[in-house]
């Protein structure tokens, strides 16, 4: 009789092959070889799959030690020598622990001011001083303060002009109230094509343009005017008597360069001119401005404003309007109702409906400004007595109605601001980079 050695060992014997058995097994048992191994069942565990994973349990390293292993080898010394336990004592490890931990700190509150500065979207004024060999002049406009010529409208009859073309029939021609002008020292012999007519908000006013430019500053250069006011011919309304003087970057409107300068019958006013450029950022979240002068100014906004607003309320347009059409008549045609309902409109800024005064408030992006300094000068005796021979002037003429004007720069040189923003996005990450380095 054969005895089963597997019953001798007391396992059960086997119905079918080891499914556990390697290659070698296989094939070192013939009788394996011969039976067909069952299919294996979707999902079945064997018992050699928990060997394996218990056996991957055993293998895979902990927390503390995969910490270890990267402290070891981490380029931050710092966190190297907190986990050295091996060579360092336990006092040492703690000391560096807390010198990392304060390093850690003070980089997430560097990194944490650096991008709240960033998104503050400041930005840095920078001033320089530019001293050019030659200056370009700027637009001198010169007005009267009498708007209407009294014999003029008594011998046209018109006391409140409704058009342009019949605001230019009461107004005192150039001619008449430009008596004299000479550009760097040289006189202007036509002054009725070197002043052009312009409509403004002050009545017709006369404009000087030259693409000369100024080399000498101060009294030898820029414009001489000499005006004549003819106060014998003042509206009983006009209140003040004298010549108003703006200084304006080309193609500026002039109801938007204020302030102006007042210059009074029988003075010699001497006024200097001082040019600022200023260039502000444009790029948006930065940017605080809005468009480019003199396309876009805040004064001329506003204005704009209350001109739309003057067509809706009171269905004329202002002197100065340009805005189209221009087919609206000139307010102050009807004298009493369009003065009352102006005031009205500009004393109740909530009845401006036709654009929000916000929207003018930003300044230009680019714009050009030029600031007068004025200082008054007495002629000389010699300069009076060749002066009331030349014009047929009496004292008392002199000082009713005659006016001198000087302008220019006083220096050759000019003031230019250039915004810029205060941190960029390449100078915000080299500063993280930098603050990570503490670390």
Not at 137 to 160: A, L, M, Q, Y
Not at 282 to 305: G, L, V
Not at 337 to 364: A, K, V
């Amino acid at each position: 009789m054969t005895i089963d050695s597997t019953a001798i060992d007391g396992q059960a014997p086997k119905n079918g092959p080891d499914l556990c058995l390697s290659g070698e097994d296989h094939e070192t048992s013939p009788a394996v070889q011969a039976e067909e191994a069952p299919p294996r069942v979707k999902d079945e565990k064997l018992p050699c799959d928990d060997e394996e994973e218990q056996k991957l349990l055993v293998d895979s390293p902990t927390a503390g030690q995969i910490i270890e292993e990267w402290s070891g080898g981490t380029s931050v010394h710092g966190v190297a020598l907190a986990f050295d336990s091996q060579s360092f004592r336990i006092w040492y490890r703690l000391l560096w622990g807390a010198l990392v931990l304060t390093a850690l700190g003070l980089m997430v509150w560097q990194i944490e001011s650096l991008i709240r500065q960033y998104r503050s979207f400041e930005v840095v004024t920078d001033t320089i001083t530019i001293v050019p060999e030659t200056m370009e002049f700027p637009e001198i406009t010169v007005c009267n303060t009498n708007i209407v010529s009294k014999w003029r409208s008594e011998t046209s009859g018109i006391t409140s002009p409704a058009s342009e073309n019949e605001l230019f029939q009461v107004t005192t021609p150039v001619s008449e109230f430009v008596v004299y002008a000479a550009f760097n020292g040289r006189e202007i012999l036509n002054i009725s094509e070197a002043f052009a007519p312009i409509v403004t908000d002050y009545g017709v006013c006369w404009q000087f343009k030259t693409t000369e430019r100024i080399v000498r500053p101060g009294q030898f250069g820029g414009l001489d005017v000499y005006v004549y006011l003819n106060q014998w011919d003042y509206m009983p309304d006009t209140d003040l008597a004298g010549a108003m003087v703006f200084a304006l970057t080309p193609g500026t409107n002039i109801n938007t360069q204020l302030p102006f300068t007042t210059i009074s019958p029988g003075k010699s006013a001497n006024l200097r001119l001082k040019k600022s450029h200023y260039g502000r950022e444009k790029q948006a979240p930065w940017a605080r401005c809005h468009s480019e002068a003199p396309a876009y100014t805040q004064e001329q906004c506003r204005r704009n404003c209350l001109y739309r607003e003057a067509r809706m309320q009171c269905g004329c347009r202002g002197w100065g309007d340009h805005l189209e059409p221009q087919d609206a008549r000139l307010c102050f045609s009807q004298e009493e109702e369009d003065g009352e309902c102006l005031y009205n409109m500009e004393q109740n800024s909530e009845g401006i409906r036709s654009c929000h005064i916000d929207q003018c408030s930003l300044p230009p992006c680019v714009e050009t400004e030029y600031s007068v300094d004025m200082i008054d000068v007495e002629h000389s005796d010699v300069f009076l007595d060749s002066l009331f021979g030349l014009y047929n002037l009496t004292e008392e003429d002199f000082l009713t109605n005659f006016a001198s004007i000087h302008v220019n720069y006083d220096r050759i040189r000019f003031e230019k601001f250039t915004e810029s923003k205060a941190l960029t996005l390449n100078q915000l990450l080299g500063s993280i980079g930098g603050s990570m380095g503490l670390f």
